[in-house]
């Protein structure tokens, strides 16, 4: 048997590396307290008045829903996509928005377009060439355009992952790159939108969850190289929005049933983020210079339930993936629209996104 006072011993040299570690992380918290606190205060918000911003993805959609919002804080607009018919429709929303407000505040903005694809890197030579030759600068660049791919993995190619990190993640490297000797001669700003699916890899969104963990991480690696440059860079993760967008997805499996479910969790109100409050949210956000942002509040739990139970989140998205549609005998690829049913034409909310935001 141990002597008590061997007892008593052993207890105080074991419990002092406990208060040290606890000290530890008091120290800890009440430093990244400070910080927080101090960038609250000495970092000034940046103004977007007569600022020169660069959309890619900018004709429909969240881009679309962003240049809206970017007008509202008198933002000079330069819009990339591929399509042209598209971007003139935009265009014309987006001038006519101007000119509204140009009567009620004074505002001056000014909205131009480059038809072009992220993949091209002479398109996005051309799309900063605009923004300069017409604005004199070049602000800020938002990183929209993307593509998603909704499928089991069985029916999604090696390709399809390929096309996601060209679209998703390489295009936002090379337009920021480009753009940077501008960026960081007015001490601009990159916007990155990423997606919550780049911090929870979620099922039958395969190739489109690498690709935006990819531009997560690109987000985060910009962040820490360019700051010294003055150029902030924020990544925003949105979670289910209701932009439209279902319709332009490329769906595999068994497409009808895969669309059916993708369209009608991609437009309910108490799952998705309405495409304007989500514009509101990541523009603050990009005024703030924060460094990464999780957009609603689905979004925001599930990072926080991955983060503090990776097992059991693992688990669970195990359980859904069984109740999803299985694969198909063919990868063939069909666009939303191509599958659309019955049920899905009739949802009111998924028409009124599609039609406010250029995506019918």
Same mark, same amino acid.
């Given at each position: 048997?141990?002597?008590?006072?061997?007892?008593?011993?052993?207890?105080?040299?074991?419990?002092?590396?406990?208060?040290?570690?606890?000290?530890?992380?008091?120290?800890?918290?009440?430093?990244?307290?400070?910080?927080?606190?101090?960038?609250?205060?000495?970092?000034?918000?940046?103004?977007?008045?007569?600022?020169?911003?660069?959309?890619?993805?900018?004709?429909?959609?969240?881009?679309?829903?962003?240049?809206?919002?970017?007008?509202?804080?008198?933002?000079?607009?330069?819009?990339?996509?591929?399509?042209?018919?598209?971007?003139?429709?935009?265009?014309? =929303? *987006?001038?006519?928005?101007?000119? &509204?407000?140009?009567?009620?505040? !004074? /505002?001056?903005?000014? $909205?131009?377009? %480059?038809? +072009?694809?992220?993949?091209?890197?002479? =398109? *996005?030579?051309?799309?900063?060439? &605009?923004?300069?030759?017409?604005? !004199? /600068?070049?602000?800020? $660049?938002?990183? %929209?355009? +993307?593509?998603?791919?909704?499928?089991?993995?069985?029916?999604?190619?090696?390709?399809?992952?390929?096309?996601?990190?060209?679209?998703?993640?390489?295009?936002?490297?090379?337009?920021?790159?480009?753009?940077?000797?501008?960026?960081?001669?007015?001490?601009?700003?990159?916007?990155?939108?990423?997606?919550?699916?780049?911090?929870?890899?979620?099922?039958?969104?395969?190739?489109?969850?690498?690709?935006?963990?990819?531009?997560?991480?690109?987000?985060?690696?910009?962040?820490?190289?360019?700051?010294?440059?003055?150029?902030?860079?924020?990544?925003?993760?949105?979670?289910?929005?209701?932009?439209?967008?279902?319709?332009?997805?490329?769906?595999?499996?068994?497409?009808?049933?895969?669309?059916?479910?993708?369209?009608?969790?991609?437009?309910?109100?108490?799952?998705?983020?309405?495409?304007?409050?989500?514009?509101?949210?990541?523009?603050?956000?990009?005024?703030?210079?924060?460094?990464?942002?999780?957009?609603?509040?689905?979004?925001?739990?599930?990072?926080?339930?991955?983060?503090?139970?990776?097992?059991?989140?693992?688990?669970?998205?195990?359980?859904?993936?069984?109740?999803?549609?299985?694969?198909?005998?063919?990868?063939?690829?069909?666009?939303?629209?191509?599958?659309?049913?019955?049920?899905?034409?009739?949802?009111?909310?998924?028409?009124?996104?599609?039609?406010?935001?250029?995506?019918?």
């Amino acid at each position: 048997m141990k002597p008590v006072s061997d007892t008593r011993r052993s207890t105080k040299l074991n419990a002092k590396p406990r208060k040290r570690r606890s000290g530890l992380g008091g120290t800890l918290l009440i430093s990244a307290a400070a910080l927080i606190a101090a960038r609250r205060l000495f970092v000034a918000p940046f103004s977007l008045a007569g600022k020169s911003v660069l959309i890619s993805g900018g004709s429909r959609g969240l881009g679309l829903a962003l240049g809206r919002e970017l007008l509202r804080y008198g933002s000079n607009l330069t819009l990339l996509a591929r399509d042209e018919a598209e971007l003139r429709r935009a265009e014309s =929303d *987006l001038q006519a928005r101007a000119a &509204a407000l140009r009567q009620i505040s !004074g /505002q001056t903005s000014q $909205v131009q377009i %480059v038809v +072009g694809d992220v993949t091209q890197q002479a =398109d *996005l030579e051309r799309a900063v060439e &605009a923004a300069i030759s017409t604005y !004199g /600068q070049l602000d800020v $660049v938002a990183n %929209v355009a +993307g593509i998603i791919q909704s499928g089991p993995l069985d029916n999604v190619t090696e390709q399809e992952f390929r096309d996601s990190m060209e679209v998703n993640a390489f295009a936002p490297l090379r337009l920021t790159r480009t753009a940077l000797p501008y960026l960081r001669a007015s001490g601009g700003r990159v916007l990155i939108v990423a997606s919550i699916a780049g911090k929870a890899a979620v099922p039958h969104l395969s190739s489109y969850s690498v690709s935006k963990f990819a531009a997560v991480g690109l987000g985060q690696a910009l962040r820490a190289e360019l700051a010294q440059d003055g150029v902030l860079v924020t990544t925003v993760c949105p979670g289910l929005m209701r932009t439209g967008s279902p319709r332009h997805a490329q769906i595999k499996g068994q497409h009808r049933r895969e669309y059916a479910l993708f369209a009608t969790l991609d437009n309910l109100p108490l799952i998705s983020l309405d495409a304007d409050k989500a514009a509101q949210r990541t523009v603050q956000a990009l005024i703030r210079g924060e460094a990464e942002v999780m957009i609603g509040g689905p979004a925001k739990l599930l990072r926080v339930f991955q983060s503090f139970a990776p097992q059991l989140s693992a688990d669970v998205l195990t359980l859904l993936n069984r109740f999803l549609p299985g694969p198909a005998s063919s990868d063939v690829a069909l666009r939303g629209q191509q599958a659309e049913t019955p049920l899905t034409r009739a949802n009111p909310i998924k028409r009124k996104a599609e039609q406010s935001l250029n995506e019918s």
